[in-house]
């Protein structure tokens, strides 16, 4: 069974940092691109990193030079760490897993991320 479940939401001060992680199971996780998106009140869900399993990232403007995107394989997880947090990056953030094969995507519950003082 394909899943994929998030981690590591909270409230943070701005300029705080985050650390999100997105554990998956139940596929090859090496043969999936693995991305984060996010979703605020009253916007479309957007794409904030991407990461290849030949390590390519992707960043949106909006968060790159602060956010970061990793994946550790054996263990299956993949991880986005957050700084110099805005209150406009607050939002449900989801990990995303894509199969470049037979492109298939795979979502996990989402996790709230609240950046306010």
């Known amino acids: 069974q394909v899943q994929l479940v998030e981690s590591g939401g909270g409230l943070v001060q701005p300029g705080g940092s985050l650390r999100l992680s997105c554990a998956a199971s139940?596929?090859?996780?090496?043969?999936?691109?693995m991305s984060w998106y996010r979703q605020a009140p009253g916007k479309e869900r957007e794409l904030v990193a991407l990461l290849t399993s030949a390590a390519r990232t992707n960043y949106a403007d909006s968060v790159k030079g602060r956010f970061t995107i990793s994946r550790d394989n054996a263990k299956n997880m993949v991880l986005l760490q957050m700084d110099s947090l805005k209150p406009e990056d607050t939002a449900v953030y989801y990990c995303n897993a894509h199969n470049w094969l037979n492109r298939e995507d795979y979502w996990g519950q989402g996790t709230q991320v609240t950046v306010s003082s």
């Open positions: 139940g596929f090859a996780f090496s043969w999936y691109v």
